[in-house]
């Protein structure tokens, strides 16, 4: 079996703080995996980690059966990423944008495919020639998903994606999210909403002080057990 | 290479909507065009003031014939009679001012001694000198680099702090491919806006296109080169744009200003020029003594010099020319030493600073453009020795009529050495910078490479 996604022993210590502590994780294709925790709990580095980013104090991440600190570049052809807050080149348009980090992740579309990839993210038509400068968060976020879609990743890597969105919106990238699991594709989403890490993953994961305590499958807890087992975890 | 080609295209992006960036490769434009004009103009208006010292002459020598309308006693012409030892600059002195502003481009002799009439200079206003020319060479020296730097500071920052750096490092391109178009674009720019002033000012200087063009342009290119190679250490380094833009500054600071003030004062220090008011109190004391000192002596001191004229009659008026003319050589002979020591260590000061121009590269390619221009301070000293070797043929051709006591007919004036100069470009020297420069270039970019091995932060 390979796994999309994989962490071995991941360890991140900075001078002052344990930021991870010992992670393994296996994510297959299709998967969609939640992490939940407090801020600080060690999600984001975990994706960073992921994304090479930051590099491990002891262990490895794998993307797609890689390692990450060996190639770097490589990896990278195979994951997206949407942070919590996208930002782009604000002098550009929303369109010129997707045409620029798609030309750059080596694809090259026409422009009409470009405006789908926008309008299906939920930016409408009439923003995309806009410059990004004028966008509200909400609207970089879109452009941002519509990003991480249209490089058509094995991985994909979300931290807090839907932050600035919209319940509509929220509705509408779980929808996305559950597509691309349905096409193989693996998700480890970084995020607080309890209810829609029940509704969306396929898994859960709690993590508290840097470390992985607790892995749920979601069919196995409700929205309101997942909320009190967290709850518990976190007095 | 398909990823670095897209990155610039985007560059140019960027670029052309930073109005403040554009704005300023104008006014850097701009200012490259009043430097040509600058210098030009300059170097005209030295041509045509030296144009005019032939008529000068004329006019002198038409009074001379008039005040003196027989034979006269060459003393007398000699004592009223005046004519120039002139500097021609090189076509390519347009471009790089060098020492033009600060030295004369004539000089006026009379056949009196030579020290107190070799030295004197036009009035010129001690801070517009200060400050230096407004000429090509002073914008690709000192205000290229400022535009560089402006160009540079935010080079990668800007994209971290404008939070744009995560999404673009998940991409699979590399720090070096990042950085690299970055910089080849700002390269191409600023090398453009550089190449581009400089093949203007030789087409407005009207330069012969011989392979100093080459030179300028290697000098130019390698000096952009070293920048660049600066903005990659510091991009390199990983700071926030405000850290870049101080340490770039400081840079610029210290290579710019502060290396070449204190070179200045070092090597004033380490190699002593003697005062030139010395040599001129000496000079004078002994002229001035001349009156006051015994006929035979002065004489006898002359012949030991001239022991061709020594057979001539012996003087026995209160005055006469021949003894005058005597006591002025011997004037210059007195300051002989001090006048050599001056310009050995003058000389001296140069070589040193050429030793020491890797400490700054302002220094290297600003020496560099100004030999290449032959306006540089070697050329001034062979000037002056032009000069002084004038002198000695004017000596030459009035002692026989001193001396013989023959008289000066108007047909004589004809027969009067003329002098004329023209620098000589120092190709060899200009040529000189360049591998300092190459090496200094190739050090910095090896450093930032080497830095740029450690994983970009994305925030």
């Known amino acids: ?235 | 290479m398909r990823v670095f080609w897209i990155l610039f295209a985007a560059e140019w992006r960027h670029f052309r909507t930073a109005r403040g960036l554009v704005l300023l490769c104008g006014l850097l434009l701009a200012t490259g065009v009043y430097g040509i004009y600058y210098g030009t103009t300059e170097i005209a208006r030295q041509r045509q003031q030296l144009a005019a010292l032939p008529e000068l002459t004329r006019r002198n020598v038409d009074e001379l014939k008039v005040k003196f309308p027989g034979p006269a006693d060459a003393g007398d012409i000699g004592y009223y009679h005046s004519t120039f030892a002139v500097h021609h600059p090189d076509a390519w002195a347009a471009l790089s001012l060098g020492l033009r502003d600060v030295n004369p481009s004539y000089v006026k002799l009379r056949l009196l001694g030579l020290h107190n009439q070799l030295y004197a200079t036009d009035n010129a206003n001690p801070l517009k000198l200060l400050s230096g020319n407004f000429d090509l060479a002073f914008v690709l020296v000192y205000l290229v680099p400022l535009l560089i730097i402006a160009l540079g500071f935010n080079l990668l920052s800007a994209e971290r702090e404008e939070g744009i750096l995560p999404l673009l490092l998940a991409q699979p391109i590399g720090a070096t491919t990042v950085v690299g178009a970055k910089l080849a674009f700002r390269l191409t720019l600023v090398l453009g806006l550089a190449g581009l002033l400089s093949l203007l000012g030789m087409l407005w200087a009207r330069l012969p296109l011989d392979g100093r063009v080459a030179t300028w342009l290697a000098l130019t290119v390698l000096y952009c080169l070293f920048w660049f190679g600066v903005v990659l250490v510091i991009t390199a380094w990983q700071r926030t744009s405000a850290v870049n833009a101080v340490a770039l500054l400081g840079v610029w600071l210290l290579l710019v200003v502060l290396v070449p003030s204190l070179l200045n004062l070092g090597v004033a220090a380490a190699r002593p020029v003697p005062q030139g008011l010395e040599l001129t109190i000496r000079q004078r004391e002994e002229i001035h003594g001349g009156w006051d000192r015994p006929k035979t002596e002065t004489m006898n001191r002359f012949f030991a010099l001239y022991p061709q004229w020594r057979d001539t009659a012996t003087i026995r008026e209160r005055f006469v020319w021949r003894w005058y003319y005597a006591f002025q050589h011997l004037g210059d002979q007195a300051v002989a030493p001090l006048a050599a020591a001056y310009a050995h260590g003058l000389q001296a000061r140069y070589d040193l600073v050429e030793r020491l121009n890797w400490l700054s590269p302002a220094i290297n390619a600003q020496s560099s453009f100004n030999a290449l221009a032959g306006s540089d301070l070697p050329t001034h000293l062979a000037f002056q020795r032009s000069a002084t070797h004038y002198h000695d043929s004017l000596r030459a051709f009035y002692y026989p009529f001193l001396f013989r006591q023959a008289e000066f007919t108007h047909a004589d004036y004809a027969r009067e050495p003329r002098h004329s100069f023209t620098s000589l470009a120092e190709v060899a020297t200009a040529r000189r910078g360049l591998p300092t420069l190459l090496l200094s270039v190739a050090a910095l970019f090896g450093l930032g490479l080497l830095l740029l091995r450690r994983p970009i932060a994305p925030r």
């Not at chain 1, 022993?9 to 296996?26: F, I, P, T």
């Not at chain 1, 060690?42 to 491990?56: A, D, E, H, R, Y």
């Not at chain 1, 080149?89 to 990839?117: Q, W």
């Open chain 1, 1 to 235: 079996m390979t796994y999309l996604l994989e962490a071995r022993s991941l360890r991140k210590q900075y001078a002052d703080k344990l930021a991870l502590r010992e992670l393994n994780l296996q994510i297959a294709p299709g998967e969609i995996f939640c992490l939940l925790g407090q801020n600080g709990a060690g999600k984001s580095t975990t994706i960073n980690l992921f994304l090479g980013f930051v590099q491990p104090t002891s262990g490895a991440a794998f993307v797609n059966g890689l390692e990450v600190a060996v190639h770097p570049l490589e990896i990278k052809k195979h994951l997206a990423y949407i942070p919590e807050n996208v930002m782009l080149y604000p002098h550009l348009t929303g369109l010129e944008n997707l045409a620029l980090f798609s030309s750059l992740a080596g694809f090259k579309y026409p422009a009409p495919a470009l405006l789908d990839y926008l309008t299906d993210a939920g930016l409408p038509a009439e923003a995309a020639g806009r410059r990004v400068g004028t966008y509200s968060k909400g609207m970089r976020q879109k452009v941002g998903i519509a990003i991480a879609v249209a490089k058509h990743a094995k991985v994909l890597l979300l931290d807090e994606p839907t932050s600035g969105l919209d319940p509509k919106a929220s509705n509408e990238f779980s929808e996305l999210l559950r597509r691309l699991s349905g096409q193989g594709t693996a998700v480890l989403m970084a995020t607080h909403d309890i209810f829609r890490a029940k509704e969306v993953g396929t898994r859960v994961g709690i993590m508290r002080e840097g470390e992985l305590v607790d892995v749920r499958p979601t069919t196995a807890l409700n929205a309101r057990e997942l909320e009190q087992l967290y709850l518990t975890y976190m007095h």
